[in-house]
């Protein structure tokens, strides 16, 4: 089966770095998303994206936070400069139609700022 | 801001019997709800949906119902196998909200062989 694919696994960094957290998604798909979920907590909504643009935002996703699809198979996250809140198991995720719709995650990349 | 709430954290059961797992929410615009079921080390993964327009759905072992008037959905896994132990979410759409899903915390089941 297809799968989301995500790098790194890991990745710890300073408080104040930028951070860039990569996706590969389902080949035909047309929608992508991240989710993160924080240690203890509930999986939260950050973003979604069509067609080269942002379809929906959270509260979460303020300026440090950006997503790019700078070719044809990647999708990323960008954080600008990290904070230690900003630790948590990040999720990038695809469909092939909107959210109510079936979505693929992937394994997860786990960040944490020190 | 707890609009999709699953109360319970873990759930213990035999392996063979039924698994019930519980979510309510709160927010009357959701018309759209998943389930989906996470192992450690990996992305939740798709289990089964029911729109608002049913109050039933079946896949094999796993039922889903919903009640719109109690806002309250369940899941229902017979038999259970020790397989089926995993993480489960709760998740709703809403909408004219196509894109974004609002997960509850999630509940542990642990099936005994």
């Known amino acids: 089966e297809p799968e989301v694919t995500q790098t790194p696994s890991h990745q710890v960094t300073q408080m104040g770095q930028e951070v860039i957290l990569r996706c590969v998604p389902i080949?035909?798909?047309?929608?992508f998303y991240w989710y993160r979920q924080i240690l203890g907590q509930k999986v939260e909504f950050l973003v979604s994206f069509y067609n080269n643009e942002i379809s929906e935002k959270s509260e979460i996703f303020d300026d440090q936070f950006s997503v790019e699809r700078p070719d044809g198979s990647n999708f990323t996250l960008k954080i600008r400069s990290t904070k230690l809140e900003d630790s948590a198991m990040y999720f990038c995720?695809?469909?092939?139609?909107?959210?109510?719709?079936?979505?693929?995650f992937g394994s997860g990349t786990q960040l944490s700022v020190l | 801001d707890q609009q999709v709430k699953q109360n319970s954290p873990s759930l213990s059961v035999q392996e063979g019997r039924i698994s019930i797992l519980n979510c309510d929410y709160t927010?009357?615009?959701?018309?759209?709800f998943l389930w989906y079921k996470k192992y450690p080390a990996e992305g939740p993964t798709f289990l089964i949906s029911i729109s608002s327009i049913k109050d039933k759905n079946e896949d094999g072992r796993f039922t889903v119902f919903l009640n719109k008037s109690a806002k309250h959905l369940s899941l229902h896994i017979v038999p259970s196998q020790p397989g089926d132990s995993a993480v489960y979410f709760c998740?709703?759409?809403?909408?004219?909200?196509?894109?974004?899903?609002?997960f509850g915390k999630g509940t542990l089941l642990t099936v005994n062989p």
């Open positions: 998740a709703a759409s809403a909408r004219g909200s196509n894109y974004k899903l609002t």
């Open positions: 927010n009357s615009m959701f018309d759209y």
């Open positions: 080949s035909n798909h047309l929608y």
């Open positions: 995720a695809s469909s092939e139609r909107a959210a109510n719709e079936k979505l693929f």
